[in-house]
Nanobody, 118 residues
Framework: QVQLVESGGGLAQPGGSLRLSCAASGIIFAINTMGWYRQTLGKERELVATVTEGEITNYHDSVKGRFTISRDNIKNTVYLQMNSLVPEDTAVYYC????????????WGQGTQVTVSS
């Protein structure tokens, strides 16, 4: 059974920074694309950033230049460094990973709350 466990959410002031982590565990042979998504109440979940196994990254326009996604393939972990936070970044952040283990499928983390407020 594969699990994704997130950490690092919390409260930040506008202009501040937070770093999210998401570690995959279980029967894992390979991890393809990993990513971060976010969702606010009443809205659909939206892509924030993704990183491929070859470390090609993709970002939502609203976070370009402020957020950086990275991964550690030894630790099966993906990170999201969030700088210059604005109140509009407030959301529940979910990690996602395309994992080949006992079969291949996309897995989701449980979500971590990020709140940007003064």
């Amino acid at each position: 059974q594969v699990q994704l466990v997130e950490s690092g959410g919390g409260l930040a002031q506008p202009g501040g920074s937070l770093r999210l982590s998401c570690a995959a565990s279980g029967i894992i042979f390979a991890i393809n694309t990993m990513g971060w998504y976010r969702q606010t109440l009443g809205k659909e979940r939206e892509l924030v950033a993704t990183v491929t196994e070859g470390e090609i990254t993709n970002y939502h326009d609203s976070v370009k230049g402020r957020f950086t996604i990275s991964r550690d393939n030894i630790k099966n972990t993906v990170y999201l460094q969030m700088n210059s936070l604005v109140p509009e970044d407030t959301a529940v952040y979910y990690c996602n990973a395309d994992i080949a283990g006992d079969g291949r499928k996309h897995y989701w983390g449980q979500g971590t709350q990020v709140t940007v407020s003064s």
